[in-house]
């Protein structure tokens, strides 16, 4: 395994580095040290992003851990998902990196970063060799779900975050340049305090 744990998780060339084989093994891993049973899961909108987050995926239910995807969305919104949900959290993307790389960023229980020797203790999985009689079988896979609706919960969050603020006079401008933040960005700027704010010139 030549990709290890950088200051934001794990990341390389997307097919070369970042292989789906390697994506598959971190799935596992990450449950075995983390001991979960669930996890959130979000992508950005890079082309390789489904095929990495299927292999990570199909990882994580091979090893009895249910997965609820999100869906394209923020960082944030899967750090917030996570602690709504009481569960781990994992984000396919590579953030400013060149268009070729992904990556994939881990959050414990809670939505919380990762300490380093908790990423060091995966990196260990990912060399061991798994046993395919001691994966589960039956009702023991874990389930992949689709959960777009925890989604509303952080463009809530977003929006109380104004509440008794004065935000007379300021001016913001959103240009979410078709990243992770397209499809959750208009929801946020849909919602009546949003609009109000809107109407007085603020937003």
Known sequence: ????????????????????????????????????????VGTDTRRSSPLIEAA??????????????????????????????GCAGAVVSASHNPFVDNGIKLFGVGGRKLVDD??????????????????????????????????DGYVEHLVAVLDGRDLQGVRVVLDCANGAATPVAPQVFERPLCIALRLRGTL
């Open 56 to 85: 990570f995926v199909a990882g994580v239910a091979s090893h009895g851990c249910d997965v609820m995807r999100l869906g394209v969305v923020p960082t944030p919104t899967v750090a917030y998902a996570a602690h709504a949900e």
């Open 1 to 40: 395994m030549a990709l290890r744990f950088g200051t934001d998780g794990l990341r390389g060339v997307a097919n070369a580095e970042l292989t789906p084989e390697l994506a598959l093994a971190l799935g596992r891993a990450t449950v075995r040290v983390l001991g979960i049973d669930a996890i959130v």
């Open 118 to 151: 908790v990423e060091a203790r995966i990196e260990g999985e990912l060399h061991a060799e798994l046993d395919p009689a001691a994966l589960p079988t039956g009702d023991a896979v874990g389930t992949i779900t689709e959960r777009p609706d925890l989604i």
